[in-house]
């Protein structure tokens, strides 16, 4: 027994003496100088990787552009999206219930806020149709801020919310607005032809959809409104739009619908991105 507590009583001094030795002077087996060059050695290696991750960084801000992406990587064809979305891209409401098709109407309200027609006239340029709106830049002279051309909220007519506060919702004749995402640089069109929007049912529904109204006519997205040069180059670039009314499609039943951008230089969207060059949503209108 006597021998177990002498060992601890052994042990224990050996840890203490670790990590004090009153007679080197040593703290955790080394001294003072001893720690002081490891301290050092491990400062000025941290430093030098600071110091190599902000050059690093430096280097490669140097290479960007404000106003436009130095490398620019992107599907061949833009994708397109809807207003109103609704949920899951789904649009369904009853006729006779205001409350079901609300929603719907100041979302497009509010999201056609920009595109009033006092508000364009102030901010951008009354452009020459079916020609592009080329704002080059002189060498190392940017041309900046870049005009817009006016896309009149007054340009959708029966879809515009002016003549008819309730796009259509309250007489079952629904608008949905679609757009064509952004991306700079890109030219959507030659010789003259802009790119336009058809819409169609699905294969299934094809009986159901019934005829069809685009505003702008024929739903093309003007040549005027290309290239895009940036949020930061050309601020009050007002995006160009095509509604489509549906003036007698089928009630109380779902409608897949499909529409697509129909280019002379755009590809067709690829089958594995359902987004590019078209976009697909749910039409339901119930009479009651």
Request: proline share 5%; net charge negative; charged share 25%.
């Amino acid at each position: 027994m006597s021998g177990t507590k002498e060992e601890d009583r052994k042990g224990s001094g050996e840890w203490r003496e670790f990590f004090w030795n009153p007679r080197t002077h040593e703290l955790l087996g080394r001294t003072a100088s001893s720690w002081g060059l490891i301290l050092l050695f491990y400062l000025v290696f941290y430093l030098f990787l600071a110091g190599m991750f902000v050059l690093t960084m430096y280097i490669m801000l140097l290479t960007l552009d404000d106003y436009k992406p130095t490398w620019q990587d992107r599907l061949e064809t833009p994708g397109m999206m809807i207003r109103p979305k609704g949920d899951q891209l789904e649009i369904s409401f009853s006729v006779s219930e205001s409350e079901s098709w609300n929603g719907f109407i100041q979302n497009l309200d509010r999201f056609l806020t920009p595109y009033e027609d006092s508000y364009q006239v102030q901010t951008n340029d009354n452009c020459s149709p079916d020609q592009y709106f080329i704002q080059e830049d002189s060498g190392e002279v940017r041309n900046n801020p870049k005009r817009s051309c006016q896309f009149n909220r007054t340009m959708l007519e029966e879809c515009s919310g002016i003549s008819d506060g309730f796009f259509g919702y309250s007489s079952g004749q629904p608008c949905v607005l679609i757009k064509l995402n952004r991306v700079i640089g890109m030219l959507p069109g030659k010789d003259g032809q802009s790119p336009h929007v058809t819409c169609g049912a699905k294969r299934e529904d094809g009986d159901k959809i019934g005829p069809l109204a685009y505003y702008p006519p024929n739903g093309t997205f003007n040549l005027m409104y290309y290239p895009y040069y940036g949020k930061k180059a050309q601020v009050n670039y007002t995006q160009p739009l095509v509604a489509v009314k549906f003036l007698n499609a089928s009630l109380n039943t779902d409608i897949d619908v499909e529409c697509k951008i129909n280019s002379n230089t755009l590809a067709e969207g690829s089958g594995r991105d359902k987004f590019a060059g078209r976009v697909s949503f749910r039409l339901r209108i119930n009479d009651t």
